[in-house]
């Protein structure tokens, strides 16, 4: 035989010997059952309040208040453009009071509003002091700021950038679109 046989007997023979010298190990000791959990009901965490909004840091990117203009000329050759919702409601009228010599900027429903108005376009912000006028006809309190025709935040109004913004402490801002009622109104009255 050769050796290199011999001696991997001699291992193998070894290996046994040494296996049949430790002791049989002990039983498995049985799992003991975990104890019963019993749900218990936990309150749901309050909703978090809602933040307060933060005034838009480029209010000329926010989106337009839904509605369209309407435009319509009043006896005594006044004319009026409307901003109006889905129902019809006005939210805010220009109005060329030629009698006057001036021209309204009214914002509709406006509850207990204070008496200022902001008029913010791409190129002027200006706050203008309203009064309270009698309710329009839905029976909605209205205030109104008036300017004269020739007054710069009327053409800045105009010709602002896509819309202007109407801001009424208390109120939601309105973002009103520039078109075609805005100017004509302002041309009625110069």
Partial sequence: M?????????????SFTIAACV??????????????????????????????QPAPENWIDEPRTPGNWNYS?????????????????PLFS?????????????????????????IRTETADRSVSTRALSPDN????????YVTPTDTLLDAMALTRGRFAVETPGLSTLYLPPWGEVTRVIEDCR
């Fill in 2 to 14: 050769k050796p290199i046989y011999a001696h991997l007997g001699g291992a193998i023979a070894l």
């Fill in 73 to 89: 000329q009043q006896s005594g050759g006044n004319a009026i453009a409307q901003y109006v919702d889905a129902r019809g409601a």
């Fill in 23 to 52: 002791p049989a190990p002990d039983s498995t000791p049985q799992p003991q059952p975990s104890p019963t959990r019993v749900p218990v009901e936990v309150a749901p965490a309050p909703a978090p309040s809602p933040m307060p």
């Fill in 94 to 118: 220009m109005m060329c009071m030629a009698d006057a010599g001036n021209v309204a900027l009214v914002r509709h429903d406006a509850g207990s509003a204070t008496p200022a108005m902001t």
């Fill in 138 to 145: 839905a029976g909605r309190p209205t205030i109104a700021a």
